[in-house]
């Protein structure tokens, strides 16, 4: 980024190269918010699950709730530790993240656990207790984004290299 640029107060939605990581809203960091809401909601959905299908004990806390501990566990605390403790400990290399990129990650870990919510809502009650399949679904679903993620890391160098080389000219 060149120090006009750094002047702009811009910053667009998508983060296409390494310089608006962490400042726009989406950037490809954001997939892997979105495995997280995915797989956060799978394993806390693991507290109803496995007394329900292993010891006949019904649901102790509702669905919603699950949800609910995953946007805290999954969104809100680990926006602290790695805007805090990660970045203290030098294994970020871009400094925080912005606000702006925050929220939209809190967002992006809401939206997935919502989505594993309904697929709960439809394969475990509408299907009649296919709790296998749930599983199987979600596993599917993080792998999915786990690659999409992997993807967009591969574009955004990709274009962050071809943005220097085209500054250098």
Known sequence: MNDQEKKDKYIPFIGLVDDYVGRSAWDFYSWGHIAMGIGGYLILSLLITIPRQ?????????????????????????ELFENSLVYYWGWRNKGIDSLLNSIWDIIFVSIA???????????????????????????ISFLIILIIYFIGYYITNQNTKNA??????
């Open 54 to 78: 292993y010891m006949g004990i019904p649901e102790l806390i509702p669905w919603w709730f699950v949800w609910i501990l995953t946007i805290l566990i999954c969104g809100f605390l680990w």
């Open 113 to 139: 656990s919502a989505v594993m919510w309904l697929f709960q809502y439809i394969i475990v009650d509408l299907l009649e207790n296919r709790i296998r399949w749930f599983y199987i679904v979600g596993i």
């Open 164 to 169: 220097r080389k085209a500054r250098k000219k």
